[in-house]
């Protein structure tokens, strides 16, 4: 069972406009969250994370919202460039628990047209 | 900018022979991770060091995987013998201390492909 869900396989979007990439989670011991971005051949880069008494953390043109009761986090980039064409991974932790692996979901390859 | 290093980057072996992974964390990581990656899903961790002692090795398929970070630095992940389900990317990665919130950092990885 999957406690890291992401739905969306891909998301295509035009230069200039925002990015929007969804997550899920299941586990409500999750309490630390984080976006990674993976090109091809290498390994994941880490973007942006949030602590759960956070709602909201930003980073440039990364912003990352957590909304706890739905269990439900969201990666916007803006403006969206075409360098930003990857696959990006959520992940979570359960900070406070004995071993601090990351859960991942499975990605969303977004694509930024020019 | 410190990395983590990993070697090789690609290996090609014949099912039921062995293969070994190589890690450098970053200077000063504690803890240090290796996941497998299979081509459409996210990372999943094989195992977790802290220091030189195991922390979670509960996913390690222990009849066929092993690892060891013997001086709590480098670390080497092995297989014998490479079935044909282990082909993925290996990632280790690294994080100052596990006990807290910190980021991990990735290296490379080694795309084996068992043939």
């Known amino acids: 069972d999957q406690q890291v869900k992401q739905n969306s396989p891909s998301l295509s979007v035009q230069e200039g406009r925002i990015s929007i990439l969804n997550c899920d989670y299941t586990n409500s011991m999750f309490d630390y969250f984080l976006w990674y971005k993976k090109y091809p051949a290498e390994g994941p880069t880490f973007l942006i994370s949030?602590?759960?008494?956070?709602d909201k953390n930003e980073d440039g043109r990364f912003t990352v919202f957590l909304n706890k009761s739905a269990k439900h986090l969201s990666l916007h980039i803006v403006p969206s460039q075409p360098g930003d064409s990857a696959v990006y991974f959520c992940?979570?932790?359960?900070?406070?628990?004995?071993?601090?692996?990351?859960?991942f979901g499975k990605g969303t390859t977004l694509s930024v047209s020019s | 900018e410190a990395e983590v290093a990993q070697s090789p980057r690609y290996k090609i072996t014949e099912k039921s022979q062995a293969v070994a992974f190589w890690c450098d964390p970053i200077s000063g990581h504690a803890t240090l991770y290796w996941y497998r990656q299979i081509l459409g899903q996210g990372p999943e961790l094989l195992v977790q060091f802290q220091d030189e002692s195991v922390v979670d090795d509960s996913q390690l398929p222990k009849d066929r995987f092993s690892a060891e970070r013997l001086k709590g630095v480098d670390s080497t992940l092995k297989i014998q013998p490479a079935e044909l389900g282990d082909s993925a990317m290996y990632l280790c990665?690294?994080?100052?201390?596990?006990?807290?919130?910190?980021?991990?950092?990735f290296g490379p990885g080694t795309r084996l492909t068992v043939t």
């Open positions: 949030i602590s759960s008494i956070k």
């Open positions: 992940a979570a932790s359960a900070a406070g628990q004995a071993g601090t692996a990351l859960i």
């Open positions: 990665a690294s994080s100052l201390d596990g006990t807290g919130v910190n980021e991990q950092y």
